[in-house]
């Protein structure tokens, strides 16, 4: 953070106005936009490791191994950066397993989630020695003992269990519930530890549940630890030692008037709970994505055209739901403010707008009854922007993915170039 008292974007204390203009630390993003185009992602190093400081002060005094998701933001130099810092990773493909080693992490740093993992994932997996497989069903459990079996090696296990508690998020970031095709459900969890001990090439590590994501309120986690120590009680009186108790991810992050829980005081009653209930000496995991990356990212976007209608006036952006594809999905709020602030007189002139990018979709629009002082050929940043929003872009429309720069202090990396025609079509093949 700068020393100047430059207002900042709310929630995103490191990307803030010095005379008007935007910063992410020293770097002027119209600079950056000018030089680079736009869409343009722009991440600030700086906020990735207060995130990331903010887990630690939480943990201080306990043993607990951070496992960033990938998923979140899976740039090679994001990942980089959390294996720089010690972090592992939590993944969910054999795709993102290549990417954290290409990022220099170590296989015994990384676990493996994810309801449908296949036979040749297992295997790769295997073979390079991961840390962890979170198990999420029976015929998983079986298929990935006789993988191992086949390689002649014992696989280390978690189980995902299914706490049932509502983590009061959106339906479809919600993974915790009994309807829902995550974990082996609470009831089912001693029968299925058992299972798992008695089958040959499985080793039993840990337990592990992960209730949703954008969680904006502690009472789920707090009830998930409970349901999850329970559990491992009954699982150690059947004669099962749990190494470690990985309480997943999920803690949500400043998108608009909501305030999640600050991560240091979450886990400060986190092991409060634990201590109270003899678990504060266990070896506990977290697997953030979001609260590390969401709020450490903006997107850049310029202003094409101002197309005023009988209801509505829309503000016609060049990115699109192929970027920043969270608001067609989930009806997800991003706040959306100018690189250059207007002046007050301007501001009081403002228009209300729907903010759309020009892909041919009516879902194609990022933001919606936005007051905005703009003309053609300003730019806007799109906040909350470094989670599930490169990780989730395609090219629809055969529109190129963004650029990506990562702010460090006063310098400024580009960690990705955007797609050029041969990107776009690259595996492609003529008749
Ligand atoms: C997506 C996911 C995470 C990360 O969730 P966030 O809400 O981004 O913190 C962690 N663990 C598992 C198993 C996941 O699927």
Known sequence: MTSSAAPAIPGHPFFAYRDGQLFAGDVSVAQLAAQYGTPLFVYSQAAMRHALDGYRRGFAGHQVKIHYAVKANSNLAILQFFAREGCGFDIVSLGELQRVLAAGAR??????????????????????????????????????????????????ISLRVNPD??????????????????????????????LAASLPHLRVRGIDSHIGSQITTEAPFLDALDRLLDIVEQVEAAGIPIHHIDCG????????????????????????????????????????GRSLV????????????????????????DAAMNDLPR????????????????????????????VVGPVCESGDWLGRDRALHVAPGDWL???????YCMSMASQYNTRPKATEILVDGSTAHCIRQRDDFAALVAGEILL
């Open 327 to 354: 608001p067609a999905m989930y009806e997800a709020f991003h706040a959306i403010v100018p690189v250059q602030q207007a002046s007050e007189a301007d501001a009081t002139a403002a228009v209300v707008y729907d």
């Open 249 to 288: 991810g999920g803690l949500g992050i400043h998108y608009s008037d909501q305030l999640p829980p600050a991560t240091e005081t979450l886990w400060q009653k986190m092991f409060a709970k634990a201590q109270a209930r003899g678990f504060a000496d266990r070896a506990f995991m977290v697997e953030p």
């Open 165 to 194: 508690v509502d983590p009061q998020t959106h339906p479809y970031i919600s993974t915790g519930l009994k309807g829902n095709k995550f974990g082996i459900s609470h009831q089912d969890a001693v029968a299925t530890f058992a």
């Open 381 to 387: 940043a799109v906040c909350s922007a470094g989670a």
């Open 107 to 156: 296989p015994e740093d990384v676990v493996f989630s994810g309801v449908g993992k296949t036979r040749h994932e297992m295997r790769v997996a295997l073979t390079h020695g991961i840390g962890c497989f979170n198990v999420e069903s029976v015929p998983e459990l079986h298929v990935l003992n006789q993988v191992a079996g086949e390689l002649g090696v014992q696989a280390p």
């Open 294 to 317: 969401g709020n450490a990212g903006i997107c850049l976007t310029e202003v094409l055209y101002l197309k005023p209608g009988e209801e509505k006036n829309f503000c016609i952006v």
